[in-house]
């Protein structure tokens, strides 16, 4: 993991694979609406790596924040190819967990621990 100063002096985390340093995910251009929130764009990236955005990232994120109140067991979405995967968990206090999986070729897994 690595943390930069951007533009601004926000921060950015940039985390790499260990095995291969062309795959990773970055954190950047962070900004808040109000002292409740935090938002990031993402960068994935990884050769090789296909998106087919058939399924909505959005709307599962936006299902999750409806439920603000919580819900049983875990909530998934992936790509079309299953290169990008998240789930989420309603943990005690209020608070999500959530995970992410980046997966570039089918033969290799890669995921942060």
């Known amino acids: 993991m690595t943390p930069d100063l951007g533009t601004g002096d926000e921060a950015i985390v ?5 095995d291969n340093a062309s795959v990773g995910v970055t954190f950047c251009d962070r900004f808040s609406f109000d002292a409740d929130s935090v938002h ?26 409806a439920d603000y109140r919580g819900w049983d067991g875990e909530r998934n979405w992936q790509t079309n190819d299953h290169d990008l995967t998240a789930s989420a968990t ?5 608070y999500v967990g ?16």
């Open 14 to 18: 940039t985390i790499c694979c260990r």
């Open 40 to 65: 990031s764009a993402v960068e994935l990236r990884a050769p090789g790596l296909t998106w087919i955005w058939d399924s909505d990232l959005a709307t599962f994120l936006e299902e999750l924040a």
């Open 90 to 94: 309603f943990r005690s206090g209020g």
């Open 98 to 113: 959530p995970t992410w999986a980046l997966r570039p070729w089918p033969q290799a897994a890669w995921a942060p621990r």
